[in-house]
């Protein structure tokens, strides 16, 4: 079966939570990036809602100015199942750029 790599980008995510990706199927997740747009620093979440609870892979960690955030790193990867969904969310508006690398519809 091939695998269909993938990319989801959200621009200005705030302190609204942003799904920046939804599982269809049992999909992989090989890298999140988490960019400040401001010149202070920001506070981040990064978290999988598995349409009960929460899972934070990452939580209020600080990105100074300029800098990202490599949520995975070191060739971290996760399976998602289907309904999972990849929330990012600041302490600040319109201050956080993502960019999230998926492999799609892994074979069971």
């Given at each position: 079966?091939?695998?269909?790599?993938?990319?989801?980008?959200?621009?200005?995510?705030?302190?609204?939570?942003?799904?920046?990706?939804?599982?269809?199927?049992?999909?992989?997740?090989?890298?999140?990036?988490?960019?400040?747009?401001?010149?202070?620093?920001?506070?981040?979440?990064?978290?999988?809602?598995?349409?009960?609870?929460?899972?934070?892979?990452?939580?209020?960690?600080?990105?100074?100015?300029?800098?990202?955030?490599?949520?995975?790193?070191?060739?971290?990867?996760?399976?998602?199942?289907?309904g999972d969904a990849l929330k990012i969310?600041?302490?600040?508006?319109?201050?956080?750029?993502?960019?999230?690398?998926?492999?799609?519809?892994?074979?069971?």
């Open positions: 079966m091939a695998q269909n790599f993938r990319r989801f980008t959200n621009n200005n995510v705030g302190i609204t939570p942003v799904t920046s990706f939804t599982a269809n199927s049992y999909d992989t997740v090989i890298g999140i990036a988490v960019s400040n747009i401001l010149s202070t620093t920001v506070n981040v979440d990064v978290y999988i809602n598995d349409g009960t609870n929460d899972i934070y892979l990452v939580k209020s960690a600080p990105i100074v100015p300029g800098s990202a955030l490599q949520v995975l790193d070191g060739g971290a990867k996760f399976v998602m199942q289907s969310v600041s302490d600040t508006a319109a201050s956080l750029d993502v960019w999230v690398s998926t492999v799609d519809d892994i074979s069971s």
